[in-house]
């Protein structure tokens, strides 16, 4: 294991993650959706302690999938975030459907063609996030 500390924080993540998203899942109004984005911050922090542990700094072959597989997990976990804040805002469809998959479809293009930096997924997760700050105040 290359990066204990990150592989083991990442696990943890990803158990505590799952246990939520269980918890959530069945529950009714915006649960279902907060399920929604546990579980794909847990599918993000799964893979994420895969790659930390066992092919850090790898770019290709299982590494490079592993990292692939972490980015796209963070944008459906933007995807969430955005229908979490339009069903609070005002129901579960319309605009924000529409932007949440918008931004995802530009996102995972981006991660498609070769930038899979983290920085392009801290600054795909801040718009969502802001919203749905505003969204809760």
Do not use: K
């Not at 911050?41 to 972490?70: E, P, S």
């Not at 997990?73 to 339009?86: D, H, P, S, T, Y």
């Not at 530009?106 to 802001?130: E, Q």
């Amino acid at each position: 294991m290359t990066e204990r500390d990150t592989t083991w924080t990442d696990f943890a993540l990803a158990a505590l993650c799952a246990a939520f998203a269980v918890i959530l899942v069945g529950a009714g109004g915006a649960a279902p959706l907060y399920a929604g984005l546990f579980a794909a911050l847990g599918a993000a922090g799964l893979f994420g302690a895969l790659w930390h542990g066992w092919f850090a700094g790898r770019q290709t072959g299982a590494g490079g999938t592993l990292w692939l597989a972490v980015m796209l997990a963070i944008g459906l976990a933007n995807v969430a975030l955005w229908l979490i804040a339009g069903n609070l805002i005002g129901g579960s469809g319309g605009l924000f459907t529409v932007i949440a998959w918008g931004q995802f479809a530009a996102f995972a293009a981006l991660v498609l063609i070769g930038n899979r930096s983290f920085l392009l997924s801290s600054a795909f997760s801040l718009p969502p996030v802001l919203v749905l700050i505003g969204a809760h105040a």
